[in-house]
């Protein structure tokens, strides 16, 4: 592997050498060459359009250098041009009419400039000069596209710009195989992306992106449509398709493009409708993985004034992944995209444009990528400190107490081959849940005096044996050696993964020349997306064989059958259900670890969403429906003078419903022990907790009611996906309802000072109300009845709405700049610029955890909210162009002071998200250099710190303690919201009291109750400050640990409410956020006979080390500094339109870790990774008519 890895390498390194070898070795042959190719004309195919993206087409086919100089492009429309001829005929053709002109400066570069009768507003490189006659020959010039972009919501040259921003037409995206959002960081200096944890990701702009989790959260990077911004969209998913232009504005851009854009801008222009022009092509592409891919358009003139124009997309292909247990690849693809768009002029001074895109998934797609965990091992000793001062080293025999201290996973470096482990299971409060649920919380000798263990009723009339038990000492949730795959793309789930989304955008957009110089614009936009996504929660398959049933035989005298309760989960006797794991009860106390009882294995529950299992199971599904609605009018000049302005406002409503679940046969078997025996011997109700009719004629109504006991939701699972069922306490449903209504009025102001300088004023004010609908989290939840006296919650069917909680802000934001356009005798043009803007995004509400009576629990709460973030950005920045065009060089310094950047963590079961403070800082260089019309070079540099503020801080899930030696993290019951941390003195003194040494079932009362510190009931299970601990399960155990030994700490008082110490952040720096980024890119060239020509390209990415979170722990917290390297090449015939392309993505077939999530403290804190798409090969054929 390391040779073959090795090999490649030497493969990329060696062609990318011979690109840039033979660009520079051949620079006198291809001047020649461009000589002739000049002379005898080429074919150039231009629609009337807009002139600027005319003037853009221009240069893309044909490689001249044109700029507007002085003018600005927007509001005028070229005339078409076909057909065979010179660049200059061309540019004459499209100028027809528009009262401009071009010519030649000294370095062969292509001009527009005003008509001689019209004035110059702007700085000429020379004095304006009549129009030139047509060339007959291509000057040996540089092929670097002067690219028009609406960063400014108007069409402008991007180096008249003064704001950092980065554009590509499909040609560039396509030879860099840029196919989406994810792949964008590449070729964008101070660019990060990585796939989030549920189903959005996380794309960010010098340090600043999405780590908040909300359904009310908004990215700091607004992604726009066609100049509209979308809350929901696809960015991650969906391919690249039928595209005339991808701009990426880095810094703050709220003034003009509203909301949400603290970071920057991702804006997609799709083509639109074209008329006078028919127009259509179509490729095909085959490629490893099995991938098929097919794209296509079509452009159909309707009359003089109306166009139609659809273009498809759909990319199917095998998965990245493999599945040990199923024995299927996975994360695979399947999905289309299609649009249509509609233009209608029926006059000069009216445009309409109609857009539908449509999206759709279905498929074997991964949200998340592996598990990784370094095992945290059982502890068999505790170290401590007595009452005197004296240092005490306790050995743990108890099972309770060691389970207790179990930490599932350890803060270790993701990249260690440690992490590749399981979580403990032991540890989980899940663990000791079942095992006491279900008859092993028993005392070491049960004579058959007082009430017996859980799961067993002896009286005169029956003797059930309800134990179907976990075996103590062993992990349920292990796998053979506690060791996976150390391929980041070999899982082993029992459960393949399903994705499926859909998304449709329609859009309106209208244009008004109201006069000359004066445009209305109005932009109407409506979205509806919706997501479902399930995979294996584990991504690990358990050993199995969990469930157990005692072998035949009486029980003080009477025969041994399974309880009512548990025979229609499992069986009426184990002939019914398989030879079955049993810890064998012989009346004289517990035989002793599960080897020595002698009983095989075997056994299956059946599980109503998940089937029949024979080992423990969770799978989550994460679903989402959102809608959109957004109107925009825009006011534009374009007039001669010295100012132009932009005013609009706009309006928005986003709606989204967001469920994510949790079904695990734990959980399921719990709620049907939890539930007791009598619901199905009264006749009242059924095994799922549905009345019966019995139940519902009144028979025993006054003890039982419909939501007593924790309703078992009975629908299989493809129901729940598809919306029946839903309302079961038999598993995690976590829902969050919220509604965002914002509108803003706006403007930017533009005032030339001077022919060479200009001033920029702009003002923004947003009008931000976020509406949420709480629901809480319900998992075995059931209210107080007699066979669960102890049971906390306030219903025990269905998820209660509580009442709308509304939240509002109103906010002021804005721009300033200057920028300078020098005559310098180095330069052919040249912006200076600097710049201040203030940003600002929305705060919103944390998820609800789940419902607690209030009588009987009180949990320490958490803020509700979430505060907003605001950024002032100070940049300044120059842009130039040199050598006749052939090089550009841009550059760029910014400073951010950063307010409340919002970042969410996963804490007591549900996400919470917290504010920070921060500074930012950094540089950024972009350049091409075209020496010839063949050969080109293009790098960028990002260069990026980032710096948590002062006396900022948070408790760290993964580190407690802070590592005080003189503290211990304990695990709580499964009703308790949070793992807590509690002093090792406390715990020391109990475990020294209750465990008997030498035993292996020993006094339980100290050692279980170590889970009752966690500080969140009052009256069950849990410390009564003032009191004592207060120790009263329904098993009928009630004693006071001061009759023990008296103890004066109280958990209330421990820091944080026992959440523990709080990390400091100071100086830390920001999640995903390089120190610094490359790229370079080299292409050449290659002119053939008849017509054709043969591109190479070679492109390698690289970013530094950065940190997966606040905390910046090490070495857990490091993601390692990755690369990525690219290779294409593309032989083209203009004359026939024929484009054939190979490429290798990912050359190296790299699996860097590119961003992380830590799970929940219940299921051990593992660590969810992800990387990214392996190599790649492909070979498509494009054909356009």
């Not at 498929?363 to 502890?379: I, N, S, V, Y």
């Not at 734990?666 to 025996?677: D, H, L, R, T």
Request: glycine residues 10%; proline residues 6%.
């Amino acid at each position: 592997m390391k040779s073959h890895c090795s090999s490649l390498k030497g493969l990329f390194l060696a062609s990318t050498a011979a690109v840039l070898a033979a660009g520079l070795a051949t620079t006198p042959a291809a001047a020649q060459a461009a000589s002739g190719a000049s002379a005898q004309g080429r074919a150039i195919t231009i629609p009337a359009q807009p002139l600027g993206a005319a003037v853009q087409a221009l240069s893309e086919q044909t490689d001249a250098v044109v700029i507007a100089a002085g003018v600005r492009l927007n509001g005028r429309r070229s005339a078409a041009v076909s057909g065979a001829g010179t660049v200059e005929q061309a540019l004459t053709t499209l100028l027809r009419g528009t009262g401009l002109g071009w010519r030649r400066d000294v370095n062969g570069a292509y001009v527009i400039a005003p008509a001689a009768d019209e004035p110059v507003r702007r700085r000429q490189t020379t004095a304006p000069a009549a129009l030139s006659a047509p060339q007959q020959a291509r000057p040996d010039v540089a092929a670097l596209e002067d690219i028009v972009v609406t960063a400014r919501r108007m069409e402008e040259r991007i180096i008249d710009v003064p704001v950092a921003v980065s554009a590509f037409s499909a040609e560039q995206l396509d030879e860099r195989k840029i196919e989406g959002g994810a792949e964008l960081l590449r070729v964008v200096p101070n660019v990060n992306f990585s796939k989030d944890n549920f189903t959005g990701y996380n794309f960010s702009i010098r340090g600043i992106g999405a780590k908040v989790l909300a359904t009310t959260a908004d990215p700091g990077v607004a992604v726009s449509f066609n100049n509209t911004a979308l809350l929901r969209n696809r960015l991650f998913e969906q391919e690249y398709f039928d595209v005339q232009r991808l701009e990426v504005l880095r810094g703050p851009q709220g003034t003009l493009y509203g909301r949400n854009a603290t970071a920057g801008v991702v804006n997609l222009l799709p083509n639109l409708p074209e008329l006078e022009q028919f127009s259509m092509d179509a490729q095909w592409e085959v490629g490893n993985h099995d991938s098929r891919r097919a794209r296509g358009m079509i452009n159909i003139p309707v009359g003089d004034t109306l166009a139609v124009r659809g273009a498809f997309a759909v990319t199917q292909r095998d998965g990245f992944d493999y599945n040990t247990v199923t024995d299927q690849n996975v994360n695979g693809r399947d999905l289309w995209s299609t649009r249509v768009g509609v233009l209608w002029e029926p006059t000069e001074n009216f445009r309409a444009n109609f857009l539908w895109e449509r999206f759709r998934e279905d498929d074997d797609r991964a949200r998340t990528g592996k598990m990784l965990c370094t095992r945290g091992e059982t502890p068999e000793s505790l170290a401590w400190t007595a009452p005197d001062g004296t240092a005490q080293t306790t050995p743990i025999f108890s099972y309770w107490s060691s389970t207790t201290l179990t930490a599932g996973c350890t803060p270790s470096s993701l990249y260690d081959d440690k992490a590749f482990g399981v979580p403990d299971g032991r540890g989980f409060p899940l663990t000791a849940a079942i095992i006491n649920f279900t008859g092993v919380f028993v005392n070491p000798v049960w004579t058959g005096g007082g009430r017996p263990p859980r799961g067993y009723t002896s009286s005169a009339s029956n003797g059930w044996d309800g134990t179907y038990l976990l075996p103590l000492y062993v992990d349920p949730f292990g796998v053979e050696g506690n060791r996976q795959s150390p391929d980041l793309r070999t899982i082993s789930t029992g459960y393949d993964p399903k994705f499926q989304a859909e998304n449709d955008i329609f859009q309106l957009n209208l244009e008004w020349d109201l006069t000359p110089g004066l445009t209305l614009h109005s932009q109407t936009l409506y979205m509806e997306d919706s997501y479902s996504g399930f995979q294996d929660f584990f991504r690990t398959y358990a050993t199995g064989q969990m469930y157990r049933y005692e072998t035949p035989g009486l029980v003080h005298g009477l025969p041994r059958t399974v309880a009512p309760t548990w025979a229609p989960w499992i069986g009426e006797s184990s002939a019914e259900v398989g030879t079955v794991y049993s810890m064998a009860w012989t009346g004289q106390g517990i035989c002793g670890p599960l080897p020595d009882c002698g009983i095989p294995s075997g056994g299956v529950f059946l599980d109503p969403q998940l089937g029949a299992t024979d080992r423990f199971m969770a799978l989550d599904l994460s679903q989402a429906e959102s809608t959109q609605w957004s109107q925009e009018f825009r006011l534009q000049s374009d007039w001669d003078g010295p100012f132009n302005f932009n005013l609009g406002a706009n309006w928005l409503r986003y709606k989204t419903e967001e469920n994510y679940w949790v079904f695990s046969n734990v959980f399921s078997m719990m709620a049907v022990q939890q539930n007791g025996g009598s619901p199905v011997t009264s006749g009242n109700f059924d095994r799922y907790c549905n009345l019966t009719p019995q139940g519902q004629a009144g028979v025993d109504a006054g003890t039982l009611d419909p939501h007593t006991c924790a309703y078992i939701d009975n629908t299989p699972l493809n129901d729940i996906i598809n919306g029946q069922g839903g309302d079961g306490h038999n598993y995690i449903r976590s829902t969050s309802i919220s509604q965002t209504e914002s509108w803003a009025v706006f403007g930017e102001g533009y005032w030339s000072v001077r022919d060479d300088l200009r001033l920029t004023l702009g003002l923004r004010f947003t009008d931000d109300t976020k509406t949420i609908t709480p629901v809480p989290t319900q998992l075995l939840a059931s209210t107080p009845h007699v066979y669960k006296p102890d049971a906390t919650g306030l219903v025990g069917r269905g998820y209660p709405r509580y009442p709308d909680e509304e939240m509002h802000w109103g906010e002021w934001t804005g721009r300033a700049a200057i920028d300078w356009k020098p005559d310098l005798s180095f330069t052919n043009d040249t912006l200076i610029y600097a710049s201040f803007s203030r940003g600002y995004k929305g705060g919103g509400g944390n998820p609800r955890d789940r419902d607690y009576n209030p009588n009987l629990v009180n949990v320490p709460s958490l803020p509700s909210r979430y505060d907003p973030e605001f950024v002032n950005a100070y940049e300044i920045g120059t842009k130039n162009s040199l050598a006749g065009g052939r090089l550009v060089f841009n550059a760029t310094g910014f400073f951010y002071d950063y307010r409340d950047y919002q970042v969410a963590q996963l804490i007591e079961r549900a996400i919470h998200n917290e504010n920070f403070d921060a500074h930012i800082w950094g540089a950024e260089f972009e350049t091409a250099w075209a020496p010839t019309r063949n050969f080109r070079l293009d790098a960028t540099v990002g260069l990026l710190r980032t710096r948590i503020g002062d006396g900022e801080e948070s408790v760290d899930v993964m580190n407690r303690t802070q590592g005080n030696p003189d503290w211990v993290v304990i695990k709580p019951w499964p009703g308790s919201p949070s793992t807590c941390i509690v002093p090792a003195d406390v715990v020391g003194r109990l475990i020294n009291r209750n465990d008997e040494v030498g035993t292996t079932f020993p006094n339980l009362l100290g050692s279980l109750s170590l889970r009752t510190l966690c500080p969140d009931r009052q009256l069950i299970n849990s410390w009564v400050p003032g009191s004592g601990s207060q120790f009263n399960y329904a098993d009928g155990w009630t004693d006071a640990w001061q009759a023990l030994e008296p103890l004066s700490y109280n958990p209330f008082d421990a820091p944080n409410g026992g959440r523990g110490f709080s990390a400091d952040l100071s100086g830390n720096e920001l999640p995903n956020a390089p120190r610094w980024t490359f790229n370079i890119g080299a292409q050449y060239r290659i002119e053939l006979p008849a017509g054709w020509d043969l591109m190479l390209r070679g492109d390698y990415y690289r970013q530094a080390d950065s940190w997966m979170r606040v905390y910046n722990l090490r070495p857990y917290d490091r993601l390692e500094g990755w690369g990525n390297a690219n290779l294409s090449m593309t032989l083209t015939n203009r004359t026939s339109d024929l484009v054939v392309q190979a490429y290798v993505k990912n050359v190296l077939d790299d699996t860097p870790i590119t961003d992380g999530f830590t799970g929940p403290d219940d299921l051990g804190n593992a660590t969810n990774v992800f990387t990214l798409d392996p190599r790649i090969i492909g070979v498509s054929v494009k054909k356009s008519f």
